[in-house]
Every structure is written in structure tokens, then in C-alpha cells.
């Protein structure tokens, strides 16, 4: 059994009884890299030199009682990390070597004692869902590297999948831990809006960007949720809300769990291998003692209008900061226009270009009450439509993707044949709802297929109940890849 | 189909402070379109009597005292700079010539 077939608390046991070190843990990380990471090209850089540093000192400490002591992550490269080098997969932010601070949830997971193994690819700035978008090359998805590993946090799913790291941060705007985790065979979770601060994090499209966890278990996932989460000042949309024991919720049965199931998450443009998947799970369910109907949420299919008018118009906002002049890559030019035209030009790839452009003409004058002012109004009836299931059920269980991961190229050709992938996360991160993804079989190819829990506002400690209950009657997540492509 | 014209992408690229080919126009010109084509879904709705909102959180206005603190030096935050003078961030020339 490989270390990172362990869970962090029997990591921690063997660790408390001196049967292996922290520097075991690393070597077994970046020893894992060198096996397989030229296939699976999960990482954009390694921090190796500073790991095995932190290690040694972890390992001379008398105090091992930070609740990730010695555990090797892999964090996203949208979340900035000092003096280690932050790019957001993106050519702009090439030369960005040393940042000046951390993010909030990397200070919170060095104060529990982690340690940062490297920074993982991802579609640039968060925009895509196959990691096709990568400024640099493309992650492969280890259980058949022929195939995408999902996106935008496909280097941190597949970095998890092929037991490089024990866990890794993501980012999840609509749908970018989710769908990774569903298509890597690996847990992620979107936390509620507020719940974990962003401080940090490059912003994409703000009123829907969380931070949260991607792991091989559900209890691991709690257990690195509960270092996470929590207000922050430096980041104003943070919530006041104490942070509950996330991993007491896992030792509860689901016995009165009502659970609400949408009809159009298992309709139309859901394939039938992810929908026979996820109707053997209601079984699982059932036979736990919960209880499932059918309800609708009636505006699901105006998710992907909404969310691509929304997070591109705030992305043209939030990305005007990268012009040339404070960090990142200047392009040189006689005047200072032609410098900023130059510096955004050569540095953001075609996805990114094409969302600017489509934000700026939603706000551009004349445009912003027909499509942005329309599609805020929308979100209003989807958050409606969760806050009504909600009053009368615990969650809502469905695919966490349409489909299992597709071929590589396969939709590159056509923007809204990949927009559409991303229809079932979409309306968690309108409405501002916690969502997790946990494996729930696998398709024909051998392909994992992911089942997705979403809980109320702020009621991660359901999700995480009904998620372990789920995992704990099933076999799917002890299923390891054997990395190679269908070719090898 | 709403047709977004080549002119519009360019205006748009403009305000974006992109620089576009005359290719890279014309693929946009399609994309855009059939994108805000795709987005006029929405128009089925009648959202007359409905608030549209910006986050979905029940966060109000967060308000703290406005107090200086240090936070990181000059030399920091010139650090990363492509170009600096005496201090300062340089830039090229802001008048055409």
C-alpha cells in the first residue's frame, strides 16, 4: 500500500508513532513526480528544495500537533504563494517568480503545518474546463492519458489521481473542482460563497470564486476544509460564522436524509452511462435509509447564459489589472497604449481573449441592461429555485458532468460545445451553495464518472455526512489508476 | 441570430485594450455572435418585476475603520516591476508623438 493510500489521520497515526517521517512523505511525493509526472504534467513548478527544508525542521519539531502536519499538498497556480512563483497558467504572468505574499489559505495551512510540494497547471486563469487552455501545455488525465483531466483544476485533480501529493487546493468558479474531481476519480469540494477566504486567489469572476479542497476521501476533505474555512479581513466577503467540526458530521447515518433529485439533471444531454451511475447511488441511498424525490429547478437551462455573461463581464474587470506596468510581462512598445495593447495581447491566450471581449461588450454602453442587468436578474430566479427545494429537503444529488472526461482536441473547435460541459456545476456557484464531487462508478472506457451532493447555505457539515455515508457503502474511490494512455 | 459586427469586435477590443488581427476580428465576429445569440435564451424570461443581485450571499456593505498600517515597502513593491525609475513604476511615453 503507497503512503498516499492512507488517510491524513493515519498518516498523522504513523507519524505521532514514529513509523515514518515527514521527509518519508516527501520523498514519496517528489519520488511520484519523477515516475509519472512526464505523462501525467500535473505541475508547473516544483518546490522541492523548500519542501525537503520545511520537512527536516518539521521532523526535528518536538510539537506535531498541526492537524496537516508534514502533509504534502500541491496548490493551484491562480493562488499566490511568496517567492514561489504564481502564473495562473498564463504567459503574462511568465516572469512572476516571487510574489510578495501568501494567500490566506496558504498561511492557514502552513500555521497547521503542510507543505507545499509544487504549484499545479490549470486552464489559464481559471477559464476552461479541460485544461486545454493551460498557457503551457496540457495535464493529462491518469486514468487514460489520452483524455482530458477536466478543468479549470486539472492539474490539481490529476495530481491527487495519481498520488503525486496527498491532497491540492483548488478554485471553483463554475465548476472548476468539481468537474476535475469527477473526472480524475478524486473528491472536491466548492464551498459555500463566504466560506473560505480568496484573499490571495487571482480573481476571475468574484461573486462566484471559492477556494476548497480536492482529496481521496471524504474525510480527508473535511479535515482540510476545517483549516481552510473561516473570516478573514482581508477579504470582506469572508462570512462571520464560527467554523463547525466539519469531520463530527462523517460519524452520523444518513437515515433521515431527504434528498431532492432535478429532473433535468438526469434528462436530456446527460448520457446514460453518468445517468445509470447516479441512479444505482440513490439506490446506495436508499438502502442507507434516506429518502429521495424528484423535484425541478426550473431554471436550469438558462445556467450557462447566465454564467457566461456574469463571470466574463466581472473577468474583463478583474483582468484590466494585468497591464505590463507593475508585474508580469511587458511587451515593448513606443507609447504607453501600444505597451498595454502589446503586454495583454501577447500574454493572454485565445479562451482568455474571448471572455474579456465578451465581458466588455455585456457592460460596454447600450449592452449592459440587455445582457448584464438580464442575466443578474436570472440568477435571482436560480438562487429561487435552491432556496425553494431547500426548504423542504436536506440536498440535491445529481451528475457532476454530463459525460465522463472526453478526448483531448475533442471540443477544442467550438466554445460553446465546451461551455455546455460545465451545465450541472454552473447554477451551485450562481446560487452560492456548497457542492461536492465524489466518484460514483466508471463508464464503459474505464473512465471515472462523478456524483455531485449540494447542500444549503453554509451546511458543508451535510454535504460531508451524506457524501462519507455514500463512500463508506462503496468501493469506487479505493479504484487507483494505472497511468498510461489507451496508445502505451 | 444577433450579428455582432467586425467593426463592433474591433470597438470592444479597443475598450479591452486588445490588440486584434484582421483574422483573429473575424473569428470573433462569429464567436461573439453565436455566443450572445446563445445568451438571448434568456429573453424568454420575464424578469419585469424581479431584483437582479451581485453575489449570493446575504453579506451587506463590511465596513472597517480606515486606519494605516505597513503593509509591504517600496523596494517590494517595485520589486517585480519591468520597468522603474527613482521609486517609481516607468512606463513608455503617454503622449503619442
Not at chain 1, 517528489?30 to 515516475?35: A, D, F, M, P, S
Not at chain 1, 466554445?415 to 451551485?428: E, G, S
Not at chain 2, 473569428?27 to 443581485?53: C, F, G, K, R, Y
Amino acid at each position: 500500500m503507497a503512503l498516499f493510500d492512507h488517510t491524513i489521520k493515519e498518516l498523522e497515526e504513523k507519524l505521532h508513532n514514529n513509523e515514518i517521517k515527514v521527509a518519508d512523505l516527501v520523498d514519496a511525493s517528489y519520488q511520484r513526480i519523477h515516475e509519472v509526472d512526464d505523462q501525467v504534467r500535473a505541475f508547473l513548478t516544483l518546490n522541492e528544495e523548500n519542501a525537503r527544508a520545511a520537512a527536516k525542521e518539521l521532523d526535528k519539531s518536538e510539537d506535531k500537533s498541526g492537524s496537516l502536519f508534514g502533509m504534502p499538498t500541491g496548490i493551484k497556480d491562480n493562488i499566490v504563494t511568496k517567492g514561489l512563483r504564481t502564473t495562473s497558467a498564463s504567459k503574462i504572468l511568465d516572469n512572476f517568480y516571487d510574489p510578495l505574499y501568501d494567500a490566506t489559505v496558504m498561511n492557514k495551512l502552513y500555521e497547521q503545518s503542510a507543505i507545499t510540494i509544487g504549484k499545479l497547471n490549470m486552464d489559464e486563469f481559471a477559464m476552461g474546463s479541460s485544461n486545454e487552455n493551460s498557457g503551457y501545455f496540457i495535464t493529462r488525465n491518469p486514468w487514460n492519458t489520452d483524455y482530458v483531466p477536466g478543468g479549470s483544476s486539472g492539474g490539481s485533480a490529476a495530481a491527487v489521481a495519481a498520488g503525486e501529493v496527498l491532497f491540492a487546493l483548488g478554485s471553483d468558479t463554475g465548476g472548476s473542482i468539481r468537474e476535475p474531481a469527477a473526472y480524475c476519480g478524486v473528491v472536491g469540494l466548492k464551498p459555500t460563497y463566504g466560506r473560505v477566504s480568496r484573499f490571495g486567489l487571482v480573481a476571475f469572476a468574484s461573486s462566484l470564486d471559492q477556494i476548497g479542497p480536492i482529496t481521496r476521501s471524504v474525510e480527508d476533505n473535511a479535515r482540510v476544509l476545517e483549516v481552510l474555512a473561516g473570516q478573514d479581513p482581508m477579504d470582506s466577503t469572508s462570512a462571520h460564522l464560527a467554523v463547525p467540526k466539519y469531520t463530527d458530521a462523517l460519524t452520523k447515518d444518513v437515515k433521515d436524509l431527504k434528498i431532492a433529485v432535478p429532473s433535468e439533471y438526469l434528462g436530456e444531454g446527460v448520457s446514460s452511462e453518468v445517468q445509470e451511475a447516479v441512479k444505482k447511488a440513490l439506490k446506495v441511498y436508499e438502502s442507507l435509509g434516506a429518502t429521495w424525490e424528484e423535484v425541478s429547478l426550473p431554471h436550469s437551462k438558462y445556467a450557462m447564459a447566465t454564467y457566461y455573461i456574469i463571470a466574463s463581464s466581472e473577468a474583463s474587470a478583474n483582468l484590466a489589472r494585468f497591464d505590463g506596468v507593475r508585474y508580469g510581462v511587458r511587451a515593448e512598445a513606443d507609447n504607453m497604449m501600444d505597451m498595454f495593447k502589446k503586454s495583454r495581447s501577447q500574454g493572454f491566450g485565445e479562451e482568455v481573449k474571448r471572455r474579456i471581449m465578451l465581458g466588455t461588450f455585456a457592460l460596454s454602453s447600450g449592452y449592459y441592461d440587455a445582457y448584464y442587468k438580464k442575466a443578474q436578474k436570472v440568477r435571482t430566479l436560480m438562487k429561487g429555485d435552491f432556496d425553494k427545494i431547500f426548504a423542504d429537503y436536506d440536498v440535491v444529488i445529481g451528475p457532476t458532468s454530463p459525460t465522463p472526461a472526453f478526448k483531448i482536441g475533442e471540443k477544442t473547435d467550438d466554445p460553446l460545445t465546451m461551455y455546455a460541459n460545465d451545465i450541472l456545476t454552473i447554477p451551485v456557484n450562481l446560487a452560492g451553495v456548497p457542492g461536492i464531487s465524489v466518484p460514483c462508478g466508471f463508464s464503459e472506457d474505464g473512465l471515472p464518472i462523478g456524483l455531485q451532493i449540494i447542500g444549503k447555505h453554509f451546511d458543508e457539515s451535510t454535504v460531508y455526512r451524506a457524501a462519507h455515508a455514500y463512500e463508506q457503502a462503496t468501493d469506487h474511490h479505493k479504484k487507483r489508476p494505472q497511468i498510461g494512455g489507451a496508445n502505451e | 441570430m444577433t450579428n455582432i459586427s467586425k467593426e463592433q469586435v474591433k470597438h470592444v477590443a479597443e475598450l479591452a485594450r486588445l490588440e486584434v488581427t484582421e483574422e483573429e476580428a473575424d473569428m470573433l465576429t462569429d464567436q461573439l455572435s453565436e455566443i450572445i445569440t446563445a445568451a438571448e435564451l434568456l429573453n424568454e424570461l420575464d424578469t419585469t418585476n424581479v431584483e437582479p443581485i451581485t453575489h449570493a450571499s446575504d453579506l451587506k456593505n463590511v465596513l472597517r475603520k480606515d486606519e494605516p498600517k505597513v503593509w509591504i515597502t517600496k523596494e517590494e513593491a517595485l520589486k517585480n516591476a519591468p520597468d522603474q525609475k527613482d521609486g517609481h513604476f516607468r512606463v513608455p511615453s503617454i503622449l503619442a508623438d
